[in-house]
T-cell receptor, first 111, second 114 residues
Framework: EDKVVQSPLSLVVHEGDTVTLNCSYE??????LLWYKQEKKAPTFLFML????IEKKSGRLSSILDKKELFSILNITATQTGDSAIYLC???????????FGTGTRLKVLA | DAGVIQSPRHEVTEMGQEVTLRCKPI?????LFWYRQTMMRGLELLIY????????DSGMPEDRFSAKMPNASFSTLKIQPSEPRDSAVYFC????????????FGPGTRLTVT
């Protein structure tokens, strides 16, 4: 059965800290891995990763994929209280438009 | 564009009642997805449509759940009869075939079944 596992489940840090969120997967016919940020409402798209070893960056957020070891990490540097959210990882398999989501990592950044 | 629109935003109902959730996708998007989110199970795909046709409903938990998409601008998810374990946030999302990697989520419907 296809699955996506995220760790840690929750994390509390102070402003200015750097955090690393993990996502591992077992999916038949892997195509892409996506990261979403969910604040109080709907998830919003952050990154899509398809190739191993190529870092995607957006401001203080960055992410990389390792297709050999079947995982991805999302890094957030110099965290701010506005980074507090649930971070979701999803995997998209070839031949389908179905995404399989992990349960998410709940990040809380304290001032 | 108004984005994906869902109604109602909150629904409280008693066990055994019928519940209908509604979704209007972004105009021009040809894929529509229904998800359910709970603390225990995270975000689960229930069903998705392509050009109004159901493609994969393997995530629909049981026969009490049904979904329809009568046209390109409207979809419903119905639960009959509802049970307390159906309490969750239900999201609708849509995407454009030309941008297959990015789904746009609606604001969700928070359902509470007492």
């Amino acid at each position: 059965e296809d699955k996506v596992v995220q760790s840690p489940l929750s994390l509390v840090v102070h402003e200015g800290d750097t955090v690393t969120l993990n996502c591992s997967y077992e999916v038949t016919n892997f195509r892409s891995l996506l990261w979403y940020k969910q604040e109080k409402k709907a998830p919003t798209f952050l990154f899509m990763l398809t190739s191993s070893g190529i870092e995607k960056k957006s401001g203080r957020l960055s992410s990389i994929l390792d297709k050999k070891e079947l995982f991805s990490i999302l890094n957030i540097t110099a965290t701010q209280t506005g980074d507090s959210a649930i971070y979701l990882c999803a995997v998209w398999a070839s031949g389908t438009y179905k995404y399989i989501f992990g349960t998410g990592t709940r990040l809380k950044v304290l001032a | 564009d108004a984005g994906v629109i869902q109604s109602p935003r909150h629904e409280v109902t008693e066990m055994g009642q019928e519940v209908t959730l509604r979704c209007k996708p972004i105009s021009g998007h040809d894929y529509l997805f229904w998800y359910r989110q709970t603390m225990m199970r995270g975000l689960e795909l229930l069903i998705y449509f392509n050009n109004n046709v159901p493609i994969d409903d393997s995530g629909m938990p049981e026969d009490r759940f049904s979904a329809k998409m009568p046209n390109a601008s409207f979809s419903t998810l119905k639960i009959q009869p509802s049970e307390p374990r159906d309490s969750a946030v239900y999201f609708c999302a849509s995407k454009d075939r030309d941008k297959p990697y990015e789904q746009y989520f609606g604001p969700g419907t928070r359902l509470t079944v007492t």
